[in-house]
């Protein structure tokens, strides 16, 4: 049921390394970030005119990936796999631990990080996460000088500087410029309505990014490893059976790590370019006259 998305930095990546046009990357960004379907195609326009190759690379990945504006799911806030990133920086340390010593660290590094997560939220005072209230404190920086007509019940026409107009519905907590709807944090607009009609702003955020919500996420706590427990061998003829390793010879070298590519990434070569293949030592890209590995 869950929705997949590519991750833009990535993507931004893939398109420098093929297409070798850096301000092409900022355009896909926009793009990306776009709420609406509008502005969306003004920015991929931009793409289809400077590379058309580029253009149909990003057809090809799918609107729907990549393309806030066209996402399927709640996407919310978030275009990159930093979060993953970040916890894989984490784990740098304990990747070549033996299994069980990476589940221990594992296990005591999340026991760290959702006690400290729990007294933060024990310790807020506010109804939504400080993240949210930083983005709320800087939507209402936006939202200075906005004109507000009120139009009926909780909707309201906001015009920002451009004087391009808006309709915010506050009891829906939907803004036209589809920030609102998407995030669930309340855009520029609909801060500048909320302050007109004398509402906390707060009090618009979705349920799911409430103070609540937070401190239920790490109410439960992960408890220290007891004492190692000896498991009983059952009578059969199994549990007096010794499995010995095979016997097998470990390849000379450092062991390759692949990661796993993401939708919209391409091996090097694949696209038309010639991989050079050492015959010394089948690295790539060199040759047996410039290898410098060992034999």
Known sequence: MAKHYACILHLQRNIVSMFKKKHLASLVSKAARAYRVSDFYKHFNEIKMIDINCADYLIRVGFEHWARSHSAGKRYNLMTSNVAESLNAALAEARE???VALVEYIRGMLMRWFSVRRESSANCGGVVAPKVEE?????????TGFLVRHTSKAEFEVRGKEGVPFVVDLEAKTCSCLEFDMIR??????VAAAIHSNRRVDELVGEELSRNNWAAAYSLSINPAGDEVVPTPEDDTL???LLAPPNTRRPPGRPKKIRILSRGEFKRGVLGRKVRTCKRCGG???NRATCKNPI
Do not use: M, Q, T
């Open 135 to 143: 983005l709320i404190s800087r939507n209402f920086n936006v939202s």
């Open 239 to 241: 549990a007096s059976l």
């Open 185 to 190: 944090i309340p855009c520029g607009h609909a």
């Open 284 to 286: 790539k890209d060199h």
């Open 97 to 99: 631990y033996p299994i």
